[in-house]
């Protein structure tokens, strides 16, 4: 059964700083792996996406790297804003035949000014 | 407007009483999917569809049932509801894309509670 995990469950950093989110998973076996954040009270939006064939994803401030052998996804923030306060969740699709998803339990980041 | 549509947003029920939440999306997506997320344990798939009159169960299936009739719609089923059952669902679409699925788009997101 695959399993996502997420450290830190929490990271409180000051505005400006660059920072690094990690998510780990147990099955290397996956068609692709999304990162989302998600605000108090709302629902979830999509982040970056990285497909199983793929390394890395870019999105303006956003960096998101896999490596499937090792397990391990990252996701980079520079120059972390205010408005970065969230929760930050990982998912992993997986492959052969069937198309579950895993999430992580999340990463809350507050970013103080 | 390209959106995942769920309906009703908000729901106080009581245990036993049959309810149905709606989803709906306008994308033509193949794939879509329900999850629950609670408190501590993050969001559990439910069920997932790979496309219409194909589903399968998630890591939670027990206590609900799904269809998908039409490509646009898989309505959450539950058939007596339960305290623990109790959650904020949402529901998600992805689209087909190179023998994999692509982004995910979620739903606003349902609160059940049920007393």
Known sequence: KQEVTQIPAALSVPEGENL???????DSAIYNLQWFRQDPGKGLTSLLLIQSSQREQTSGRLNASLDKSSGRSTL??????????AT???AVMNSGGYQKVTFGTGTKLQVIP | EA????NPRYLITVTGKKLTVTCSQNMNHEYMSWYRQDPGLG???IYYSMNVEVTDKGDVPEGYKVSRKEKRNFPLILESPSPNQTSLYFCA????????????FFGPGTRLTVL
């Not at chain 2, 959106?3 to 769920?6: A, C, D, L, M, N």
């Not at chain 2, 679409?93 to 995910?104: A, K, M, R, T």
């Open chain 1, 20 to 26: 690094v989110l990690n998510c780990s998973f147990t």
């Open chain 1, 76 to 85: 980079y923030i520079a120059a972390s804003q205010p408005g970065d306060s």
């Open chain 1, 88 to 90: 930050y969740l990982c």
């Open chain 2, 3 to 6: 959106q995942v549509t769920q």
């Open chain 2, 43 to 45: 969001l559990r798939q």
């Open chain 2, 93 to 104: 679409s992805s689209p087909p894309g190179g023998g994999s699925y692509n982004e995910q």
